[in-house]
Structure formats: structure tokens, C-alpha cells
């Protein structure tokens, strides 16, 4: 999987359940991905039923999810993302002796 597709499904599995707008701040308009590159990973992500759309019973509006079937496999890519993360901003600071 690509890197903005893992953090696609790493944003949703930490939320739980997301509105697709909260989707469109986090990686289009923060600038992290044009809009098209994001709604091709998104798709992606939906084709292999990583993440699936439902009807919120609290808000009534589409959101976002994992299904419980992909949880486990959701995890393993959320932890490698964080220690990736945390790995890149170790490296990218500059070290003072």
C-alpha cells in the first residue's frame, strides 16, 4: 500500500468513525494530497474493503469506519505508521552536540 493510503486508513482506525469533510481537512485541504490523489486511495482502501461507509446512528450523516473483520490488520498499519513517524521527525531534526 502506498504511504497516503496507510495514513487514509490509520486517520480513520484512530478516529473510530469519520466524516468524509474531516477526511478532506486532513489530507486535502492540509496539503497533504490533491483532492484526486485522495479520493483514488480512498477508493482503493474501499475496494478491498479496508474501510466501509455507514450512516451514523448518533449523527445521521455517512461516516467512515473499519470493519471489525480489518481491525487487526488496521493496527499492524497504524503502529508501523506511528513508529515511521516518529523515525522521519527523529532523522529530519537537526542534532546539536
Do not use: W
Amino acid at each position: 500500500m502506498a504511504r497516503i493510503t496507510d495514513d487514509i486508513l490509520c486517520f480513520i482506525y484512530n478516529k473510530g468513525e469519520t466524516r468524509y469533510t474531516d477526511l478532506l481537512d486532513a489530507f486535502v485541504n492540509s496539503g497533504k494530497c490533491a483532492n484526486q490523489t485522495f479520493i483514488n486511495h480512498k477508493k482503493e482502501l474501499e475496494k478491498v474493503g479496508l474501510i466501509k461507509k455507514k450512516i451514523s446512528e448518533l449523527t445521521k450523516r455517512p461516516v467512515y469506519y473499519v470493519p471489525d473483520e480489518h481491525k487487526e490488520e488496521a493496527a499492524h498499519f497504524f503502529y508501523r505508521n506511528l513508529l515511521h513517524h516518529l523515525i522521519d521527525d527523529y532523522f529530519s531534526k537537526e542534532k546539536i552536540p
